[in-house]
Every structure is written in structure tokens, then in C-alpha cells.
């Protein structure tokens, strides 16, 4: 596990690799403003090391909830049509894209 | 003992027998118009968030309890992130590292003592659509039908040593989750999915080498194919000096080989983390307990009974039980039948083959099961001999009636009336001096021939037991 | 007709006693509505859609239900705007982003669904950050909205437009979504009252998610009692939501009177009140004494997790972002890069022109918080301290009915003054983010003017699901001064 106090800026390949990640496609004057923004706010984040939290649960759910739960009940279903017509592209009954290639 | 030994991991992916889809309530039927069976939510549309579907959850714990799983108390669903067109939010909703059950184990019986799989877990996950791609028309379409469906993915340790043994497993697997109604496991239906880890590793050895992950394998031959290819694949690479890659292999039934996927894999960061719209599930004592008392007999349990109350065999026993709707058909035949031994030979050898000639489920049999109970009385009584049987019961499966109805319309029914065979013997020894004196004289083959004949003469309808007795005791005087 | 006060100007509650009275109609009150906004629009682009001929159809309708005798509900003839992230089946939403553009929702959100049925008229969508993630509405795809009381400055974020088109008189009520301030800052810099429940007492079904774990929908009213009436009918538990508390709902009206003396504030120590502009702590410290002088009792509180709230909240909230916006890809709906060859261009080039430059920071923030091996000393650490600031909340509010703060450190900035740094942007979210980390109810009310005449905002913080002590609260000093009857003097020109 990589320790986060030495990590590195977000330097152009490492803002390259989140971007890939996050499938969004980044100028090279986006990576140069946006990998230097990161890294300020990442740096800022820095101060959370130093809080009092290390024998704390983490909390990922602010609410008591649990075992929260509907009955298998099916509804009837309302039609391919008024979802397919939200589609930027479709193809008869289905949402179109481009070819697809996992065969061997 | 080979120079090398194989491990084997298995993945399993069982669509459970819900009504309505994991987070939504859209219906979970096969089939269908594409994009007919979805919902804002199954779609992934904004806004739209997740209500689990309370079976789902059920029929998980008792699928955990068939396979002596550990059940969480305390369990969540996590979001597994990646972009792909099938995937209607790019991300999955699965459990990680709080699942609804992990370390359990099933058991393969074997006559020399079962051999017991390791799991690692069993947890709940929502399926991902389809994508069905248009080759000539140059593009692909995507399908959401199948988006949300709640599956339980079956995780194996590296327990498995042979393609058979995974076979093996595939098939108690089944049975077990069949009959605790968990799922339908039709792999042609999808409802059943394999995924297996390979590698090899020298004898002796501890350390695991490289695995490679083999997909696209569309029956349980399938995968036994797959995995055996792929085992001499990788010893004939190992043996010319090669290394074995970490890769995804596609099986390609019709060469039986395995390939690389062509399309690059990247490394993958699923950036896991818990679903904030999704809160934990806790099963309480009281819950685990409701449902493992609905639980049925388990296939092991329900063989040991076969072996001690129908006095059957390990083996039949095992074929028997090997398929709740085949074990339900047994028991169904054997209320109205004395004889289970020969019940089970009836059902075991003749049915099954006709069955599988045809690749009709047991749940469609052609021949009621009371129809063979029917059938082993009027062997039993000796109203019919096991030869005419033979010909009676391919008649039931063509012509679906009970088999006294076809003895009937047929004249099937054998001849028992001593005086009426008396006379038949009479004119058998008649025509045939030679073997009747050879019999006499204490050579016994000659007694086959002369039964024969009398079979002969009477269009195979006569008891040949009270031939038999008649023959002897008219020679021997 | 005599020449009665426009209906716009009146609030929720008011209107929706004269519509019941007959003494006003639910088609003059939209009327009202949508010349204020033909009027005033065009400077504060506080609406993106306006849905006039559906909002003027609606407004018939309830008046015929009227006439005929039957009740359409508390909030019968009232026009609302709603931020552009309530799905409304079969208008356009689109969170103020490219990437939705064109997307007709084909659905109700549940909140959306309450407010029809309680007879509301849903006017048109409201401007916004993107997605949610700003805090001075200049994040628009639709360009910035601008704050009525100085046309200059923003009117905060993200559900900027609301406020300013409640401060405006261009609607009766309006509604936000809060996921670190987004309803109470720009209410405190318009000058209305705006309120965040408890996480769980409002369905999010059909608000388009930011940060799931902290996002609520909030009222936006021109006084407490609409807050009080507004909240009765977005609140409850939903079958769709299962973040959804099954908690009763109080008639929050009940709590409008109330008794000064047995009112407990928890006042913060003076070291988490640093580093806030000198008018606002001015203002704030004369809200303590209009409160200390009403009667009632103060006590001091310890937040000092405080400090973490910013940092902690960037990394929950885009994290959980990072995966709720992962779905706009232009496959189902809104927008897909036109010419892409291959499924990778489809995604990359779809998201790289559908998103703005902030929703790119906080995915790629958020990707990056989650990604191998950064897990555990960001988004693992992060939830933590999330326990940190929850327990301090906890214990704070043990001992008092509300915790008092400054609604934001600074009033209103000018456009543009911050849109390059996002850090100090991020900054000013310090006194709002913390409740939503802790998941607990807030208010935000005028207290008072800077010398420039910008409004300043008090927060009341309440226990989970003790909304009624913020009204309780709220409505005390709103009954002590005459801050919200003040309007911005946008000259109608
Ligand atoms: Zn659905």
C-alpha cells in the first residue's frame, strides 16, 4: 500500500492515469491547470493526518439504518419506448454503440 | 505421479429465483423484447437509487446455509467501478469485503470418501445488461433486460486438482442449490455461469504459479474441455522452457482451445467502496433460524437416507439424489412399489437413457413416475417378463399410457397356466429329442436351448421361470 | 381589483391562505410570478427553463378544483422553482450541465411528486453549479446566475438560482439540494431562510445525485413559517429511498411560538468562529445578543473537528461523486460527442466535452481518493474523521436545542473574484460543511446587512430529526427583528 504523505503531485502521467480511469479526456493545458489545482487541494489534505481519528470506525452511513428492504413484487413493465427515445443514438430495440470487439 | 499438479479455482454465478429484479421491481423473466423488462432505476437513469429486494437476500442465506457458508451478521454492498457499455450506472453494485457469507465448503461424494471444496464466499450482486453486437452492420446494441438481476457469484478456493474434479463439482454444486429452490442453474438460460482460475504448480510444491482465468464456457463439458486444454497447455509451455502469462482466456468450443482476449485488458482499480444508497444488512439469529428451518433435506442427507430406507446402493443412491426432481420422481414411484431395487435400475438405466437421447429434464418425463411403479409390479407379479418390459415400457414413453394398458391392447401378458405350457414343453421335447436327452443326462446348457425354444413358440409371452420348472421336472422324472 | 401587493411578493404561506379564502387565485399568482420573471430575468438568470404554458395549465386547474369545492392540498395555487436536479416527468433536466442536455425525464422525483400533490405549481428549473459542485452558481453550463442585491456578486451555490429567484420575488418558494451548504449559503447570501434537513428526512429519490451520503433536498422560504410548511410536505419516509428515515413527520408549524427562556444555545468557542470577514462576525455577534437579550440561555460548545470538515468533506463528497456521475457517458440519455470511432471516444470524449472545469476537478479528485493504494490515507481517513465530526455534533448538541455559527464566513463575492482558485472556494464552505458530514438538520436566516447592504446568514444547527428546534429557534428571532422583511431593490427596468 502506497503511503499517501510520499506521493507524488499529481505530475502529467499521474493525472493521466486518474483521468484514463475516470474515462474523461483531458487537454494538455487541462492536465498542466487541473494536475496543479489537485495537487494544492491535495496538499491541503495533508492536515487530516494529524487529527485525532486513528481509533475511530469508519462511518459510511450517517443514519442507524439497516436491512432495509422491499417485498419481490414485479411490476408490469412500461414499454422500451419511452426510455430507447432518451437515447443519443439507438438501433430498433437497442442503445447503440460502437463495435464492441471481445471475441478472440 | 506427474510433474505437475493442477490447481483449480472456480467462479460461480447463480441468477436466484426472485420474481423482480435485485434493486428494482421491474419482473425477471427470460426472454422478451431487449429493453422491455426496465425502469428508471435498472437503467441507471439520474436520480434513481436502489431498494433491495428482501428474497434476494433470503434465498442468499439459504444458499449459504446449503453450503455450510459462515453467514455474516453484518454485511453491505459495495460499488465496483468501471466503464463499460453494458453497465447502466459504470459501476456494479457487489458486496467486497463484507459479504453475505464466506468459508464454507461442499463436499463431492465419492465411494472412497468425499472430497471436500473450499469456498471462499457467496455474496449477492446485481447482473450487468447484454451487449449483442450487429458484426455486418458495424456496431453493437445494448440490452438491459438482464440489468439488476440478482445473482449470487460462489467463490471456490484453489481446491479443485483435475478438470474432472471441477466438473464433478459443478454438478453437486447444481444439486445443491436446485434443491434448496435457489436457482434454476440452466447454463443455457444463463442462470448458471462459470468462470475457473488454472495454473500449475510443481508436485510438492506449495507456492501457486501463474494463473490464467478462463472464460465463455457454455456447459459443464465445456469447462471440463476448457480446463483440460488449458492444463496441457500450460505444462507444454512450462516443459519448452515458456513462462506461463497472467491473461484472460476465451474457450472456443468448436477447436476446444483456449485464446488470449484480443481486446487489451488494463490493470483494474475498481475503487471499491461502500454504496452510501445502500444500508448494511444484519441477520439476526431469529432470521438465519426462520429460514434454515424452511430449508429442505440436503442432497447428501437425502442420499444417506436413500442407502437406508429404500436399501440402496452408494452408487445408486448417489444418481438418485444427484437432482432433487429426479430424487422427488424416485420417491414419488417408490409409494406405490415393493421392489426399490429394481425401481432404481428402472429409473436410473432405462429412463435416464431415454431421457437423455431425447434431452428431456426429468421434470418432463414422458413416463409418470407412477407408470414405472406399475411397471416393476407387473414384473414382480409375473405378469410380464423383464424382456416383454423392455418392449412395454418403449411404449410408454412413445405412446404415454400406463403399462398395463399396453400389456392389455397387446396381449402381452405372459403365459402362467402350467397345463397351457405343459403342452407347448411336450411338443418343444417332441421336435427336439436331442437336447431333451442331453439335459437328462446332466448337461445343463442344454435346458437354455430348450427354454428358448418354448419363448420361441410362445412369442416370448411365457413365464420363463415356470418354463424352467416344468422343463426340469419333466426330464428330470 | 384594488391594487393589492403583487402575489409574488407574498410568501408561500400567505398566498396559500388567500387562495384557499378565494380572496386570489392560483393563475394570477403564477401570472405574477412570470412577469416578475420576464421583468427581472434576463439580469439574474436565476431560471433556466421556464415552463409557462404547463405552470399556467397547472395554476387552471387547481382553480377549478377550488371552485368545485375540494382541497388540492396546503400548498394549493403556491408557485415553486425547483433547482435543475429534480427529475419532473416529462420536462427537461439537466443539472445545469451539457451532458444532460435534451434529457426529458421520464419520471417523478418523489419530492417533486409531494409537491403536486399538495397543490404547489411548479414554475420552470432553477440555475445551479453543475451537478451541484460550486458555491457561487457561476459553475453553469447556462452561465452564471447573479444575486439580486448586487448584480455584481454571486448569489452562492449551488442552488444559487433558487435563492436568488426567492430573493427576487420571481417565485413564492423554491427548493435546493444542500450537500455542503448549497441551500443554506446562498440563502444567507440572497437573504432568505433556507433550511437543510436531517440526512434521511427528505427523499433523494429523483434529485440527481452529487454526494449520496450527504446530499438532502431543502426549502428555500421568504419566512420561517414557509420553512416550517414547505418541509411538512417534502418530508418523510419513501419506499423508493432506503436512506429514507421512518420517522413521523411533525406538523413544524406547531413550533413557531416559542418560549425564549427555555431555549439553550450552543455557542462555539471563539477559536472555531477565526477567521471570518469583521461585518459578518459583527452581525453574527449582534444575533447572539438579540437572542441573549430574548432570554435565552447560551452555552459554550467544543468543535474543534471543525477544522477537518473541509478536507474531509472534498474527499467523501467527490469520491461518492466520482461514481455517481460515472453513468453520464452518452449511452442512455443527454449527450454524446458527435463522430467518436471506438467505445473509449464514446466515453472520454462524450465526458470531456459534456463536463465543466469544475465537475472534472472533483471526478478526478474523487477518482484519485479511491484509486489502489490511496484508499486507506484518503476516502478510509476521510470516514474517520467523518466519526470525529459526527461525535463532536453529538456531544455538542447533548447539551443545548441548537448550536449556533455563521452561515458562511464572508458575505456574497463578486463574480469571478474566486473561480481560479478552487481551494479558497472550497473554504468558504467551512461552517456548513460539517453538518452535512454529521448529518444533522440546519437553518439559515438573515440576521442582518453588511455596510454595502449584502445580507448575512445565521446558521441554526438541531439534533438528528429536531427540526422543530430550528424552527423553534429561527422563528424567535425572526419574530425579534426585521432583517427578512427587507427586499433587494432590483429597479424594474
Ligand atoms: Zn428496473
Redesign the pocket.
Known amino acids: 500500500m502506497k503511503d499517501a504523505s510520499k506521493n507524488q503531485p499529481l505530475d502529467p502521467s499521474g493525472i493521466e492515469h486518474v483521468a484514463g480511469l475516470a474515462r474523461i479526456r483531458l487537454t494538455r493545458e487541462e492536465k498542466e491547470k487541473l494536475g496543479a489545482q489537485l495537487s494544492d487541494i491535495l496538499g491541503y489534505m495533508e492536515k487530516l493526518k494529524s487529527a485525532p481519528a486513528d481509533d475511530l470506525e469508519q462511518l459510511s452511513h450517517i443514519l442507524p439504518l439497516k436491512n432495509v428492504t422491499r417485498p419481490d413484487e414485479p411490476s408490469s413493465p412500461a414499454g422500451s419506448e419511452q426510455y430507447l427515445r432518451l437515447a443519443p443514438e439507438r438501433e430498433g430495440g437497442f442503445f447503440k454503440v460502437p463495435p464492441v470487439i471481445e471475441e478472440t | 505421479m506427474s510433474e505437475f499438479e493442477t490447481v483449480i479455482g472456480l467462479e460461480v454465478h447463480v441468477q436466484l429465483k426472485t420474481r423482480s429484479?435485485l434493486f428494482?421491481?421491474?419482473p425477471v423473466d427470460w426472454g422478451g423484447e431487449p429493453n422491455s423488462r426496465?425502469?428508471p432505476?435498472?437503467l441507471g437513469l439520474p436520480g434513481t437509487l436502489p431498494v433491495l429486494n428482501r428474497k434476494s437476500v433470503e434465498l442468499g442465506v439459504r444458499a449459504a446455509l446449503a453450503l455450510n457458508c459462515r453467514i455474516a451478521p453484518f454485511s453491505q454492498f459495495h460499488r465496483k467501478n468501471y466503464f463499460y457499455p453494458d453497465m447502466a450506472k459504470n459501476y456494479q453494485v457487489s458486496q467486497y469485503d463484507l459479504p453475505l457469507s464466506a468459508d464454507g465448503f461442499v463436499e463431492i461424494p465419492r465411494e472412497e470418501g468425499s472430497l471436500r471444496v473450499g469456498l471462499a464466499r457467496a455474496h449477492l450482486e446485481e447482473d450487468t445488461g447484454k451487449l449483442v453486437h450487429f458484426a455486418a452492420e458495424g456496431f453493437s446494441g445494448v440490452d438491459f433486460n438482464r440489468s439488476?438481476v440478482p445473482l449470487l457469484e460462489i467463490v471456490t478456493r484453489p481446491d479443485l486438482r483435475s478438470p474432472e474434479d471441477a466438473y464433478d463439482y459443478l454438478k453437486v454444486l447444481r444439486n445443491l442449490l436446485r434443491t434448496v429452490e435457489v436457482s434454476d442453474c440452466d447454463m443455457e438460460k444463463g442462470s448458471f455461469r462459470c468462470d475457473a482460475n488454472v495454473s500449475l504448480r510443481l508436485s510438492g510444491s506449495e507456492k501457486l504459479g501463474v494463473k490464467t482465468e478462463v472464460k465463455n464456457m457454455n456447459s459443464f463439458r465445456a469447462v471440463e474441455r476448457a480446463l483440460s486444454y488449458e492444463v496441457s497447455r500450460q505444462a507444454e509451455l512450462i516443459r519448452s522452457g515458456g513462462a506461463v502469462v497472467q491473461e484472460t482466456r476465451l474457450y472456443d468450443a468448436a477447436s476446444q482451445k483456449t485464446f488470449p482476449m484480443r481486446s487489451k485488458e488494463e490493470a483494474h482499480d475498481y475503487r471499491y467502496f461502500p454504496d452510501p444508497d445502500l444500508v448494511p444488512t444484519e441477520l439476526d439469529r431469529v432470521w438465519i433460524e426462520e429460514i434454515s428451518a424452511a430449508l429442505p433435506e440436503l442432497p447428501s442427507a437425502k442420499a444417506g437416507r436413500f442407502q437406508r430406507d429404500y436399501e440402496l446402493g452408494f452408487y445408486d443412491a448417489g444418481v438418485l439424489t444427484s437432482d432433487p426432481a429426479l430424487a422427488e420422481y424416485f420417491e414419488t414411484a417408490a409409494r406405490a412399489c415393493a421392489n426399490f431395487k429394481t425401481l432404481s435400475n428402472w429409473i436410473t438405466v432405462e429412463l435416464m437413457a431415454r431421457l437423455k437421447e431425447s434431452d428431456t429434464p426429468i421434470e418432463s418425463s414422458p413416463v409418470p413416475p407412477e407408470h414405472v411403479s406399475e411397471l416393476v409390479g407387473l414384473i414382480d407379479r409375473g405378469v410380464i417378463s423383464g424382456k416383454i418390459a423392455k418392449s412395454v415400457f418403449a411404449l410408454m414413453c412413445d405412446e404415454r399410457k400406463p403399462p398395463s394398458e399396453i400389456v392389455r391392447e397387446r396381449g402381452l401378458v405372459q403365459i402362467s397356466d402350467e397345463s397351457e405350457l405343459e403342452k407347448v414343453v411336450e411338443k418343444v421335447i417332441g421336435e427336439h429329442p436331442g437336447p431333451a436327452e442331453d439335459f437328462a443326462s446332466g448337461k445343463e446348457k442344454a435346458l437354455g436351448f430348450l427354454v428358448g425354444r418354448v419363448m420361441k413358440e410362445t412369442r416370448g409371452q411365457a413365464n420363463p421361470r415356470l418354463v424352467n420348472e416344468i422343463i426340469r421336472r419333466r426330464l428330470s422324472g | 381589483m384594488p391594487a393589492f401587493q403583487a402575489l409574488n411578493r407574498l410568501s408561500a404561506h400567505e398566498l396559500a391562505a388567500r387562495i384557499a379564502a378565494g380572496r386570489a387565485t392560483a393563475t394570477a399568482a403564477v401570472r405574477d410570478c412570470l412577469e416578475r420573471i420576464e421583468k427581472t430575468d434576463r439580469r439574474l438568470n436565476a431560471f433556466v427553463r421556464v415552463d409557462r404554458e404547463e405552470a399556467l395549465e397547472e395554476a387552471g386547474r387547481i382553480d377549478r378544483e377550488l371552485a368545485a369545492g375540494r382541497n388540492p392540498g396546503p400548498l394549493a395555487g403556491v408557485p415553486v422553482a425547483l433547482k435543475d436536479l429534480f427529475c419532473v416527468k416529462g420536462r427537461e433536466v439537466t443539472c445545469c450541465s451539457r451532458i444532460l442536455e435534451g434529457f426529458i425525464s421520464p419520471y417523478d422525483a418523489t419530492v417533486a411528486r409531494k409537491l403536486k400533490d399538495a397543490g404547489a405549481v411548479i414554475l420552470g428549473s432553477t440555475n445551479m453549479d453543475e451537478f451541484a459542485m460550486g458555491s457561487s452558481t457561476e459553475n453553469s453550463a447556462r452561465g452564471p446566475a447573479r444575486n439580486p442585491w448586487d448584480l455584481e456578486r454571486v448569489p452562492g451555490g449551488s442552488s444559487g438560482g433558487s435563492a436568488a429567484a426567492l430573493a427576487a420575488d420571481q417565485t413564492v418558494a423554491a427548493f435546493g439540494t444542500d450537500t455542503g451548504g448549497s441551500v443554506r449559503q446562498p440563502a444567507a447570501f440572497c437573504g432568505v431562510a433556507g433550511l437543510k434537513p436531517t440526512y434521511g428526512r427528505v427523499s433523494r429519490y429523483g434529485l440527481v445525485a452529487y454526494a449520496s451520503s450527504l446530499d438532502q433536498a431543502g426549502p428555500f422560504g421568504k419566512d420561517v413559517e414557509d420553512l416550517a410548511l414547505l418541509l411538512e410536505v417534502i418530508a418523510g419516509h419513501d419506499p423508493r429511498d432506503a436512506t429514507s428515515a421512518p420517522e413521523p413527520v411533525p406538523r413544524y408549524r406547531d413550533f413557531l411560538q416559542a418560549d425564549p427562556a427555555s431555549l439553550t444555545l450552543g455557542l462555539p468557542s471563539r477559536d472555531t468562529l477565526k477567521g471570518m470577514d469583521r461585518e459578518v462576525a459583527a452581525a453574527f455577534r449582534a444575533a447572539v445578543d438579540t437572542y441573549a437579550a430574548l432570554g435565552a440561555k447560551f452555552v459554550e460548545v467544543e468543535l474543534s473537528s471543525l477544522e477537518y470538515a473541509v478536507a474531509c468533506y472534498y474527499i467523501v463528497s467527490t469520491a461518492e461523486a466520482s461514481s455517481n456521475l460515472a453513468r453520464f457517458d452518452g449511452i442512455r440519455y443527454g449527450r454524446r460527442a458527435p463522430g467518436v470511432a471506438d467505445l473509449l471516444e464514446l466515453f472520454e470524449k462524450s465526458r470531456a466535452e459534456g463536463f465543466g472545469e469544475e465537475v472534472k476537478r472533483r471526478v478526478l479528485l474523487g477518482t484519485y481518493v479511491l484509486s489502489a493504494g490511496y484508499y486507506e490515507a484518503y476516502y478510509g481517513r476521510a470516514l474517520r474523521i467523518r466519526r470525529l465530526i459526527k461525535n463532536d455534533f453529538d456531544s455538542a448538541l447533548a447539551g443545548c436545542d441548537c448550536v449556533i455559527l455563521p452561515t458562511a464566513p464572508i458575505p456574497a463575492f463578486r463574480l469571478g473574484e474566486k473561480i481560479d482558485d478552487p481551494l479558497q472556494m472550497y473554504l468558504t464552505d467551512l461552517f456548513t460543511i460539517s453538518i452535512n458530514l454529521a448529518g444533522v438538520p440546519a437553518v439559515s436566516i438573515n440576521c442582518g446587512f453588511t455596510g454595502g447592504g449584502l445580507p448575512v446568514g445565521l446558521q441554526l444547527v438541531a439534533a438528528p430529526f429536531r427540526e422543530d428546534n430550528l424552527i423553534r429557534a429561527a422563528a424567535l428571532f425572526e419574530g425579534a427583528t426585521a432583517h427578512h422583511l427587507k427586499k433587494p431593490a432590483l429597479d424594474d427596468r
Open positions: 429484479k428494482c421491481d421491474c426496465v425502469c432505476v435498472c439488476g
